[in-house]
């Protein structure tokens, strides 16, 4: 008798699929404001505005963005105006808000609306600014005085 020695063997595959991710970048801007005031008389014409508001300090700032990024993108969010396809709703909750006007938003010549993206390259120094404007619009004119407040959100992926 011969002791019988069977051994069996199966080959498997494995794949394995990974996403590492760079280092983000440090946001070095919290909130922006923007304090944007126009007499309601100078609003009473259909497609009046007051000046665009691009002041140096408007501006998100990053820093530290290593680990290969080489770009940033902000995505931005808010609620748009019913009669102003460029502008966000005023979405005032004081006891008199303004009425008939919006606020628009661009970063340099490009006009922002809900869900557009602004594309950044990192800079040599592992910096980022991307730079906003601000200002009050009237689609229809006939605006009524009182407070304006618009949220607009900008969400930032790396590249």
């Given at each position: 008798m011969c002791p019988l020695a069977a051994y069996a063997s199966d080959d498997y595959t494995f794949n394995i699929k990974a996403n590492l991710t760079t280092s983000s970048c440090t946001v070095n801007t919290e909130n922006l404001t923007f304090n944007l005031y126009i007499n309601a008389v100078d609003l009473q014409t259909a497609g009046s505005s007051s000046s665009w508001q691009e002041l140096p300090g408007q501006v998100i700032k990053l820093s530290n963005c290593f680990g290969g990024t080489n770009s940033v993108d902000a995505t931005v969010s808010g609620v748009m105006d019913d009669d102003d396809t460029d502008g966000f709703k005023n979405q005032s909750g004081a006891s008199t808000p303004a009425?008939?006007?919006?606020?628009?938003?661009?970063?340099?010549?490009?006009?922002?609306?809900?869900?557009?993206?602004?594309?950044?390259?990192?800079?040599?120094?592992?910096?980022?600014?991307?730079?906003?404007?601000?200002?009050?619009?009237t689609a229809k004119g006939n605006v009524i005085s009182g407070d304006v407040y618009s949220v607009i959100n900008l969400t930032l992926s790396y590249k």
């Open positions: 009425t008939g006007v919006s606020v628009q938003l661009k970063s340099g010549e490009q006009m922002l609306h809900n869900n557009d993206v602004i594309t950044a390259d990192i800079k040599p120094d592992h910096t980022v600014d991307i730079p906003l404007a601000a200002r009050l619009y």
